[in-house]
């Protein structure tokens, strides 16, 4: 079992940025790829990005040349930095977790909103 939990969300105005951190609990070593996905009540849960095991990452059409992640496997967290942030980056962002035999773990999401 791998417990997740987000934290860094908020309200910041576009051209801002934010930094999401994901913490993770219980049977870590079991994790392959961590990632960052958002959702909006008219669109379904979408990929922002994610990284392997070994640092390989892959980023969403929309936020590639804005947003960064990382991870610190030694701290059991991932971050996503969020710059040039833009009113349709706001949505609900979840962390999510892929162990090495396919198992997804989700955290509850944080709230980011970008006003205009």
């Known amino acids: 079992q791998v417990e997740l939990v987000e934290s860094g969300g908020g309200l910041v105005q576009a051209g801002g940025s934010l930094r999401l951190t994901c913490g993770s609990a219980?049977?870590?070593?079991?994790?392959?790829?961590m990632g960052w996905y958002r959702q909006t009540p008219e669109k379904q849960r979408e990929l922002v990005a994610d990284?392997?095991?070994?640092?390989?990452?892959n980023y969403g059409d929309s936020v590639k040349g804005r947003f960064t992640i990382s991870r610190d496997n030694a701290k059991k967290k991932v971050f996503l930095q969020m710059n040039s942030l833009k009113p349709e980056d706001t949505g609900t962002y979840y962390c999510?977790?892929?162990?090495?035999?396919?198992?997804?773990?989700w955290g509850q999401g944080t709230q980011v909103t970008v006003s205009s």
């Open positions: 219980g049977d870590i070593r079991s994790i392959n790829t």
């Open positions: 990284i392997t095991n070994n640092n390989v990452t």
């Open positions: 999510n977790a892929i162990t090495w035999w396919m198992t997804n773990y």
